[in-house]
């Protein structure tokens, strides 16, 4: 019950969350590893060269989250995360064209960093700074588009490799996050300034108010302190 309180509470963030986890989907291994006969065997690549590769990729883009990953603290999150969809479909796009090893390095790069990476990125920390109460079940429900892409993407990217081919398939991923990912996520947001709003900067802005001389408030602050510790002293009295 208390899930469902919390659905009805928050719909609209909670579904950014899971579709940002759902979308994580076109650069995760199990996704990526439906293409590799067909990408192997387009580009002449082995098993063993193809792991490889896609060893050396994941650790570089890993290495490279938590440079990336830092601006979600410094910007509006939509903004962030039609960055992160846009250069997610750049890499979909561009695999979809690959015809040599560094084209290939290059796209699988972009996914590993966009899919696996920003994208989770995005659904666990939008959700976990919006919820101050209830978080772990926040993000426990933000984490279901992880399941939910295992269950329904291999079936269906298997399903349009063998009817259009692998290149007609990526291709069509990136068209999918360009006009189905993209315009859900702006729709979802868009007019919750409370969610989008990076925490930074309303600590700064609070921070430099506090700082702003105000002389008033300076002695009143004093006076404060001086009649609260210092003892009141003996009047004199008035002459007979």
Not at 26 to 41: C, E, K, R, W
Not at 121 to 144: D, K, Q, W
Request: hydrophobic residues 50%; glycine residues 8%; positive net charge.
């Amino acid at each position: 019950m208390q899930f469902i309180h919390l659905l009805r509470q928050a719909p609209r963030q909670l579904a950014f969350g899971v579709l940002h986890s759902f979308g994580s989907s076109f650069g995760q291994t199990f996704l990526v590893a439906l293409f590799v006969p067909f990408i192997s065997a387009s580009l002449a690549l082995n098993e063993t060269e193809f792991a490889n590769i896609y060893a050396g990729i994941t650790i570089g883009s890993a290495l490279c989250l938590p440079i990336v990953g830092r601006w979600i603290d410094k910007v509006d999150i939509l903004s962030y995360s039609l960055a992160t969809m846009v250069l997610l479909a750049v890499g979909c796009l561009l695999i979809s064209f690959a015809t040599n090893v560094w084209m290939l390095i290059g796209a699988l790069f972009i996914l590993r960093l966009a899919g696996q990476g920003l994208m989770t990125h995005v659904s666990m920390t939008g959700i976990a700074r919006y919820f101050s109460r209830n978080r772990g079940r926040a993000l426990a429900i933000a984490s279901f588009g992880f399941p939910l892409a295992e269950a329904i993407m291999p079936a269906t990217l298997l399903a349009l490799i063998a009817a259009f081919g692998w290149r007609y398939t990526y291709a069509g991923s990136g068209v999918f996050i360009l006009l189905v990912l993209i315009p859900l996520a702006i729709l979802l947001i868009r007019g919750d300034s409370k969610f989008r709003n990076a925490p930074t900067r309303s600590g700064e802005s609070a921070k430099n108010i506090s700082r702003k001389p105000d002389r008033h408030g300076r002695r009143l602050h004093r006076q404060h302190r001086s009649n609260r510790h210092t003892p009141p002293r003996n009047r004199p009295s008035a002459p007979v």
